[in-house]
């Protein structure tokens, strides 16, 4: 008698659990957004190069080599089926040393079908070494003194200064990459026209000409490729003549 009240008992378990399986329902997976950046390539290089694309931070991040030493970017981007994309997948992007400075001013916008869209952030990150520049002027009270370039009697007389450091790299595969600019103390800056290297460190700089950097104080930046420093201790520029 208790084997058959086992019995049933275990039958209706098994019915309960073959009704319990018949009532599930299948969960269908979220739909994708119609207006996503799937793939980032970088076409512009010896080997292609892929971007991480995140949807959460609408971002669009590149790790480029700092030994392509590129300018520009071209860009191949695949999009949700249906959707556009500003600029077009294949533009070429310029002035690749700001975006990895930190400019966060150049987006690729995808547009769906039905008209929603998203705007994606590029960033470059170059891996750059850090650029290291010592200062010339080791004490503020006393800053290190040069003179600027003069003409005389119609011939141009050069003076310059160097500057040392650490991954200072002025030039590859023919682009210049180091440029040196002087700031007086009103913010007024004076480029340099030349600067010629060893190696990567240290720059031989020439000064402007007196007529176009008055005497006075002035800062000293350089920005190599992705890099920029700006030396913390002015120093005195004068006239010879």
């Known amino acids: 008698m208790n084997y058959i009240r086992n019995t049933s008992y275990f039958v209706w378990l098994t019915l309960g659990l073959l009704a319990a399986c018949t009532d599930t329902e299948t969960v269908e997976p979220p739909a994708q957004r119609a207006n996503r950046v799937l793939t980032y390539e970088v076409a512009n290089t010896t080997e292609p190069l892929y971007g991480a694309v995140n949807d959460q931070d609408s971002t669009i991040k590149v790790y480029l080599p700092y030994f392509y030493y590129l300018s520009t970017l071209e860009g191949n981007v695949t999009v949700s089926d249906g959707a556009t994309v500003t600029p077009a997948s294949g533009t070429l992007l310029k002035n690749v040393p700001a975006i990895a400075k930190g400019d966060t001013t150049v987006y690729y916008t995808v547009t769906a079908a039905g008209g929603s869209s998203k705007r994606y952030t590029l960033l470059v ?79 031989i700089v020439t000064l402007p000409l007196n007529t176009a950097m008055p005497n006075g104080l002035y800062k000293i930046r350089v920005d190599c490729y992705s890099q920029t420093v700006t030396l913390k201790n002015p120093i005195q520029i004068t006239s010879p003549l």
């Open 125 to 203: 990150d170059t891996r750059q070494p850090e650029l290291i520049v010592d200062e010339l002027t080791t004490d503020p009270e006393t800053p290190a003194a040069f003179y600027s370039s003069v003409m005389y009697k119609d011939f141009p007389i050069y003076s310059s200064l160097m500057l040392t450091g650490k991954n200072i790299f002025n030039t590859a595969q023919g682009t210049r990459l180091a440029k040196v600019t002087f700031i007086a103390e009103d913010g007024t800056e004076i480029p340099t026209a030349d600067a010629g290297s060893n190696e990567s460190i240290s720059l």
